[in-house]
């Protein structure tokens, strides 16, 4: 086996020669680029109980302290660039247009956090309610889950588990990563860098391995953020549920984009080829279905279908960003893609542009599905791929019908020059996210929550705090202010007093004056 040198064999932290290697091939030519182990679920819980040890003083050092850390992990990251997007093609084969997308996501979002964990974790005070409580101080704190499961999906090896690591970090909590076995060399790349080069506490570590190594995570940890497919989703909420734990999911999305007829059809053919094409069309948040009003549809078709044509297909060099898509991660996700397209066409659809696999690489052409409907695969079903299947429909309410006729609902996308319209069909919009005007972009908007709706996830991932505080335990404190000798419903029970306490509730309670005074009345409903 040829194992790149350039890359370190070891996890970060452990070794074993005699263990199993999982050999990761670059997709775009079929070489092996490195090899990681395939970790058991022995080296698994010895690494979870390591990151245990070292979670409690990572807590103490504080939000600034930790902030501090990921700081540095943004310099290293931005000093290594050149090399770990090299990894992420050499791994994934995307374009170097792709590859340098995740480095961008990994920048916005240790910024983010940085900027605004303290605020996100600091204590909240909460005013008491009822004046029976009005001697109390009320705060809520907020303590992580002493260690998290991170496991992530070869679409973005990088971006992928950055998306997720940081607000975990912050939080406090410590982190077992398990990047998925088709993708890790990045990932442990990048936690090599922050526990050798950084020189970061041990609070992060990659777990290397396929789905045993990633069961074996969600059997140890105390709260799993997992994205990936509804299957394995699913799997791991039933597990969590069985261990009491918490889990928030990202799965799968067939993501519906709805051009009405008073879009601006130019930009959003433009935005539809970005948003199918996008990373070959691995993207969760991808463009899948296209629903079209009758009025701009041929026009919309027939610039789509030349924008795609022109796109330019293949692993560019490093740095040069001369190809728009690169390929696709795995030749089973090609199956997938070559299976949709010919059930399409099997059932009646045209191909416009594309539609076939190449054979030099895990390479599908990028492809437009015209005469579609939804007894397709490629409107039922994730397809995963550079494809783009679009429906015409008479209007906007046939529009919605057909968007929300889908067992997903990640995000989507909405096309029309009038906001109200916009604002009143966004409700009506079964997905977690609703893009007007744009494709893509409410997913990277890290003050808004990301999450999917029906068989598309559970939770959410972001959402300015709430990114942050799903890391986290709420812990209530209440303080009195005075400290009386007893209180009214401690023991004795003394008949007097006990019915002064039932009076005194029913008189603060009431909302009128009959039932405040404990007066019987016609047992209607006399509320002023
Ligand atoms: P997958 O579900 O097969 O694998 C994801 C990860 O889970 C891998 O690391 C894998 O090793 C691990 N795993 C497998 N079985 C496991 C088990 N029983 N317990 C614990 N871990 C296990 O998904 P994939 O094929 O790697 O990725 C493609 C899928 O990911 C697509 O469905 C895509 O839509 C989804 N995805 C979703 C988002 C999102 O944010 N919603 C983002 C990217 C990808």
């Not at 350039?6 to 070489?31: E, F, K, L, M, N």
């Not at 680029?33 to 979670?55: H, M, Y």
């Not at 059809?265 to 691995?282: F, H, K, L, Y």
Request: glycine letters at 10%.
């Amino acid at each position: 086996m040829t194992i790149d040198r350039t890359v370190s064999d070891a996890a970060p932290g452990h070794r074993d020669d005699d263990r199993p290697q999982i050999a990761v091939r670059c997709p775009a030519d079929g070489r092996i680029v490195g090899a990681v182990d395939d970790l058991d679920a022995a080296e698994v819980a010895r690494i979870c109980e390591e990151l245990r040890t070292a979670q409690p003083e990572w807590e103490a050092l504080g939000p600034r302290g930790r902030i501090g850390y990921l700081l540095r992990w943004l310099d290293w990251l931005l000093d290594n660039e050149e090399r770990l997007l090299r990894l992420v093609q050499a791994e994934a084969g995307k374009s170097w247009a792709d590859a340098s997308m995740e480095m961008a996501v990994a920048i916005d979002v240790i910024n983010y956090f940085a900027n605004n964990a303290e605020s996100f974790l600091a204590d909240r005070a909460v005013r008491p309610a009822g004046l029976a409580n009005a001697i109390r101080r009320l705060r809520v704190q907020v303590r992580p889950h002493q260690l998290v499961g991170l496991i992530t999906p070869w679409n973005g090896p990088l971006a992928g588990p950055m998306m997720d690591v940081v607000g975990a970090l912050v939080a406090g909590a410590a982190v077992a990563s398990k990047p998925s076995e088709v993708t890790p060399l990045t990932w442990r790349e990048v936690v090599r860098g922050w526990r050798e080069d950084i020189g970061a506490p041990p609070v992060l570590d990659v777990v290397t391995g396929g789905g045993a190594a990633g069961a074996a995570v969600v059997d140890r940890v105390d709260m799993v953020m997992f994205t990936g497919s509804v299957r394995t989703g699913r799997n791991i909420a039933v597990r969590c549920a069985e261990r009491l734990i918490p889990c928030s999911l990202e799965l799968g999305g067939k993501d519906a984009f709805i051009v009405l007829a008073d879009a601006d059809v130019e930009r959003a053919a433009t935005a539809a080829v970005w948003g199918a094409m996008t990373n070959s069309g691995q993207a969760c948040i991808g463009v899948e279905r296209v629903y079209v009003e009758a009025p701009v549809y041929d026009e919309f078709v027939a610039k789509v279908t030349e924008k795609v044509a022109a796109l330019r297909q293949g692993m560019d060099a490093p740095g040069s960003f001369t190809t728009d898509i690169g390929a696709m991660v795995t030749a089973e996700q090609v199956d997938i893609v070559a299976d949709h397209v010919q059930d399409a066409l099997d059932k009646g659809a045209r191909v416009l542009t594309g539609g076939q696999r190449r054979t030099d690489g895990n390479f599908f052409e990028p492809t437009v599905l015209v005469d579609v409907d939804h007894s397709m695969r490629c409107m039922r079903e994730e397809t995963f791929g550079p494809t783009m299947a679009i429906m015409e429909v008479g209007d906007e309410n046939e529009a919605i019908a057909l968007a929300n006729d889908s067992d997903y609902g990640l995000s989507s996308s909405l096309w029309t020059r009038d906001p109200r319209r916009a604002d009143r069909l966004s409700r009506r919009i079964e997905a977690g996210s609703v893009s007007v005007n744009n494709a893509l972009v409410a997913t990277f908007q890290l003050p808004v929550p990301m999450g999917g709706w029906k068989n598309s996830g559970l939770g959410t991932r972001f959402g300015g705090a709430q990114g942050v505080l799903k890391y986290c335990r709420q812990q209530s404190v209440v303080q009195d202010r005075v400290s009386l000798k007893t209180e009214p419903l401690w023991y004795p029970i003394i008949p007097a007093k006990s019915r002064v306490v039932a009076r005194v509730s029913r008189l603060l309670g009431a909302h009128d004056w009959r039932r405040r005074l404990g007066r019987r009345g016609d047992g209607g409903s006399s509320r002023r």
